[in-house]
T-cell receptor, first 114, second 116 residues
Framework: KAGVTQTPRYLIKTRGQQVTLSCSPI?????VSWYQQTPGQGLQFLFE???????NKGNFPGRFSGRQFSNSRSEMNVSTLELGDSALYLC?????????????FGPGTRLTVL | AQKITQTQPGMFVQEKEAVTLDCTYD???????LFWYKQPSSGEMIFLIYQGSYDQQNATEGRYSLNFQKARKSANLVISASQLGDSAMYFC?????????????FGGGTRLMVKP
């Protein structure tokens, strides 16, 4: 099976712009979670989608949003970019939302905001 | 309070030796799971090992084992026979059952460097 893919891998934007990141989970996985990783704050949970429904949301401003499509692919959007949004954005997929199921992470999208 | 604490920002280990990476956690949920992930410089998070709060035995996966001490709320990762390819960041993470879904809370990580 192909792993989790994320596009684009690298992105450079300027303050005030918006950006959309994409994540394609492993075939058959219905749960997609998003994380932000920065040197200062570490790894922080953004949100999770399961069967097109947001199940959980982290403590991020409303500028961060996401959605999931019927084929389980997910997108996250950040509007009005700020310098502090520069980070590695990781998505993870899994089959279920409970139990011992591991989450498989993608390679990440590295966003730089200038 | 921090939910996951990794007190070793960086560690060196000699190739072929064993190393223990520390992780302590804080939760009032009786049902939870603890994960260890490896993150090489490429950025991808690689799952290593899982321990459930109700598991009676310590988890093992090849060269990785988890020293789970529930009363002390610690879940240390032991890597036996270190290899140069083990050089990476290592993250301990927890999923609590009272949080719907797959939300993971991560520790700050430990950078492991394996010396030849």
């Amino acid at each position: 099976k192909a792993g989790v893919t994320q596009t684009p891998r690298y992105l450079i934007k300027t303050r005030g712009q918006q950006v959309t990141l994409s994540c394609s989970p492993i075939s058959g996985h219905r749960s997609v979670s998003w994380y932000q990783q920065t040197p200062g704050q570490g790894l922080q949970f953004l949100f999770e989608y399961f069967s097109e429904t947001q199940r959980n949301k982290g403590n991020f401003p409303g500028r961060f949003s996401g959605r999931q499509f019927s084929n389980s692919r997910s997108e996250m959007n950040v509007s009005t970019l700020e310098l502090g949004d520069s980070a590695l954005y990781l998505c993870a997929s899994s089959e279920r939302t409970s139990g011992t199921n591991e989450q498989f992470f993608g390679p990440g999208t590295r966003l730089t905001v200038l | 309070a921090q939910k996951i604490t990794q007190t070793q920002p960086g560690m060196f280990v000699q190739e072929k030796e064993a190393v223990t990476l520390d992780c302590t956690y804080d939760t009032s949920d009786p049902s939870y799971g603890l994960f260890w992930y490896k993150q090489p410089s490429s950025g991808e998070m690689i799952f290593l090992i899982y321990q459930g709060s109700y598991d009676q035995q310590n988890a093992t996966e090849g060269r990785y084992s988890l020293n789970f001490q529930k009363a002390r709320k610690s879940a240390n990762l032991v890597i036996s026979a270190s290899q140069l390819g083990d050089s990476a960041m290592y993250f301990c993470a927890m999923r609590e059952a009272n949080n719907a879904g797959n939300m993971l809370t991560f520790g700050g990580g430990t950078r492991l460097m394996v010396k030849p």
